[in-house]
């Protein structure tokens, strides 16, 4: 079948969909034209399916008319774009592994053009590895390797073996470090577990060893746990995304998380999933699906706080790191004052104190940073995506403080504030030896201080 379907062909139909009597008409029209899509690209391997297509293509109308009276709005291409580059990069290591590298690369010329951004640079980058393993000495050594990696880079794990077993004696397949990986890709769970066995055995490294248990395990409960979103969770987490055998593979996570979706069994699941949905996007740079998840994150989930608050503090940190600061702080004051008890909180408030700072507003500022004190924010908030310590949002905000009244020569002030960094909210962190370095700069600080409010230096120009 289609790549298409073995991501959601399977899937039982969200409750929005059930009242659609033709399964593939069950997603959006947008998402129909993504298969349609899918189609074109690969009917040389799947003829044998295009009635599927047509039937698509010839209730589209219809399903269109029928979707414009639902409630639910039409779902944006960009929501998939990640599929459109992932079956036409699949089509392409096909094409590599029947021996047609001339096909190949024209399916990633045409990707070049076609693909939405950013999956087109990488449609880029995959056709100039392609051009230059075709330099080489036909069927030697190298270029049979780099055409087994470029398979592998494409996601077209049949072929990439195929082509490893066509070029490599059998017992030296296992020196490949992904051959097990491939294997488990390609549905092969009883070789795949074989090897990944022997990797125990053989390996010396714990490190490695604690990976391959890991594995084991994944793979031995992987055919029971296919509507399980928390194992699927789990898979792309400790699979797709550590990094061990293969670079993190977000474009497969993406895959693994679409394709688990529709099973979730309730509204925790289901944010979870769009969660690390949106979390693999931003790791592949695709901000039209980002933002398209994102939407749809918010929209269908408005009762989960959390989850909402997670949104817009998301995008306004985009936004200050753009130095967009109008549009920063609009989204990030709607988190103050519509999501203040929520997680995002700190991250929020800290930041618009952040920006009126930078924009030399100090009074406006400090106003902002000294809501934190009162508030309910965790200081001791650990976010492991972003950072190995603890948010010190107290601290920090004292901190903060101590420089706006600096920087108006007030130092009176801001030794205040400086004294509170340390005594009322002095930093936490497990790290000793950050923990040390910020006490002394702390102190020193103080120090530095109370000499300016004895003897003021000559007074500086406050904005």
């Not at 094409?95 to 001339?102: H, Q, S, T, V, Y």
Request: one cysteine or more; aromatic letters at 10%; proline letters at 4%.
């Amino acid at each position: 079948m289609l790549d298409y379907f073995r991501i959601r062909g399977n899937a039982p139909l969200r409750k929005s969909e059930r009242s659609h009597n033709v399964r593939v008409l069950a997603w959006a029209p947008g998402v129909v034209q993504d298969f349609a899509m899918c189609l074109a690209a690969r009917h040389r391997q799947y003829k044998g399916v295009s009635f599927i297509a047509l039937a698509a293509l010839c209730f589209l109308p219809a399903f269109r008319t029928n979707a414009a009276n639902e409630a639910k709005p039409v779902q944006p291409a960009a929501l998939t774009n990640w599929l459109i580059a992932l079956n036409t990069f699949r089509q392409a290591g096909a094409d590599l592994g029947d021996g047609k590298p001339a096909q190949a690369k024209a399916d990633l010329t045409t990707a070049s053009t076609n693909l939405a951004a950013p999956y087109a640079d990488t449609a880029r980058q995959l056709n100039a590895k392609l051009g230059a393993a075709l330099t080489l000495e036909a069927r030697s050594p190298r270029q049979s390797k780099a055409l087994v990696q470029l398979c592998a880079q494409l996601h077209s794990y049949d072929a990439a073996l195929r082509l490893q077993s066509a070029s490599v004696p059998a017992a030296e397949l296992g020196d490949e470090p992904t051959y097990a990986w491939r294997l488990f890709e390609t549905g092969d769970t009883k070789a795949a577990l074989a090897e990944y066995k022997r990797r125990v055995v053989d390996e010396m490294v714990e490190t490695y060893q604690q990976h391959y248990r890991a594995q084991i395990q994944l793979v031995e409960q992987h055919a029971a746990n296919l509507t399980n979103v928390a194992f699927s969770l789990r898979l792309v987490r400790e699979h797709y995304l550590r990094g061990f055998e293969e670079k993190p593979d977000s474009l497969a996570a993406v895959a693994e998380l679409y394709r688990v979706l529709p099973y979730a069994r309730d509204a925790r699941e289901a944010v979870a999933v769009h969660q690390a949905i949106i979390k693999s996007l931003t790791e592949l740079r695709d901000d039209a699906g980002r933002d398209a998840w994102e939407d749809e994150l918010a929209r269908d989930f408005k009762s989960d706080a959390e989850a909402c608050a997670g949104v817009f503090v998301e995008r306004g940190l985009r936004a200050y790191e753009a130095k967009d600061y109008p549009q920063a702080l609009t989204l990030l004051r709607k988190v103050c004052s519509d999501y203040a008890e929520t997680g995002a909180y700190g991250d929020a408030q800290y930041t618009v104190g952040l920006i009126l700072h930078k924009q030399g507003k100090f009074a406006e500022s400090v106003e902002e940073y000294a809501k934190i004190f009162s508030s309910s924010v965790n200081d001791q908030l650990i976010d492991p995506e972003k950072s190995d310590d603890y948010k010190n949002y107290r601290h920090r905000a004292a901190l903060r403080i101590c420089e706006c009244y600096e920087s108006r020569n007030d130092f009176a002030q801001a030794l205040t504030y400086a004294e509170m960094a340390r005594d009322r909210y002095p930093y936490l962190s497990y790290c000793k030896n950050c923990l040390r370095d910020v006490r002394e700069a702390l102190e020193k600080r103080i120090q530095d201080l109370r000499a300016a409010v004895t003897n003021p230096p000559a007074a500086k120009k406050a904005n």
